[in-house]
Antibody, heavy 126, light 109 residues
Framework: EVQLVESGGGLVQPGGSLRLSCAASGFTFSSYWMSWVRQAPGKGLEWVANIKQDGSEKYYVDSVKGRFTISRDNAKNSLYLQMNSLRAEDTAVYYC???????????????????WGQGTMVTVSS | SYVLTQPPSVSVAPGKTARITCGGNNIGSKSVHWYQQKPGQAPVLVIYYDSDRPSGIPERFSGSNSGNTATLTISRVEAGDEADYYCQVWDSSSDHRGVFGGGTKLTVL
């Protein structure tokens, strides 16, 4: 069974740090782009970051650039999100998602999130 | 930055057809993906690349995309289809990023 399981969420003070993990199983993890998507309480979905199969390309939403770092360990079938300088507006459920994509000339032209984890809650509050 | 616009809510009677729109500048030139999210659950991909259905998604779900509007159509609506639906594209025009619409709450009357 294809599965993604997130962990590492919790309550953290503004300015603090947290590292989220996502354990993948049931598919060849190293063959896929992976992503983080978040959802603030009562709000819609927001894409956060993507990482290429070998970690050589990474993309971030503007609001987290310089604060969040996406990484992966293909030997451990795991995806990570290191979150620093956390703000109240980062409070959300964070989902790990697998990417299904089309490229043209090495550039991503379409990217869908075809498998999702159950999410982990991050609360930034004093 | 690229913006996707969805109606906040759509209501439909059981057995009827629901249509949820997603507006964007020349969205017909992009591939659109649709997700269903029920309360307290993770999103599920129901349509990708405008009109393809992932394995396990009923044929009642279909999609189209042309001009400035993409549409998710749910035929013979059932009570279990009540959920939030989100459209999504990848914007590679200026900066590489994923873009979601604001979501549409589908209510089955």
């Amino acid at each position: 069974e294809v599965q993604l399981v997130e962990s590492g969420g919790g309550l953290v003070q503004p300015g603090g740090s947290l590292r989220l993990s996502c354990a993948a199983s049931g598919f060849t993890f190293s063959s896929y782009w992976m992503s983080w998507v978040r959802q603030a309480p009562g709000k819609g979905l927001e894409w956060v970051a993507n990482i290429k199969q070998d970690g050589s390309e990474k993309y971030y939403v503007d609001s987290v650039k310089g604060r969040f770092t996406i990484s992966r360990d293909n030997a451990k079938n795991s995806l990570y999100l290191q979150m620093n300088s956390l703000r109240a507006e980062d409070t959300a459920v964070y989902y790990c998602a697998r990417g299904d994509m089309i490229t043209f000339g090495g550039v991503i032209v379409s990217y869908a999130f075809d498998i999702w984890g159950q999410g982990t809650m991050v609360t930034v509050s004093s | 930055s690229y913006v996707l616009t969805q109606p906040p809510s759509v209501s439909v009677a059981p057995g009827k057809t629901a249509r949820i729109t997603c507006g964007g500048n020349n969205i017909g030139s992009k591939s659109v993906h649709w997700y269903q999210q029920k309360p307290g659950q993770a999103p599920v991909l129901v349509i990708y690349y405008d009109s393809d259905r992932p394995s396990g998604i009923p044929e009642r779900f279909s999609g189209s995309n042309s001009g400035n509007t993409a549409t998710l159509t749910i035929s013979r609506v059932e009570a279990g289809d009540e959920a939030d639906y989100y459209c999504q594209v990848w914007d590679s025009s200026s900066d590489h990023r994923g873009v979601f619409g604001g979501g549409t709450k589908l209510t089955v009357l």
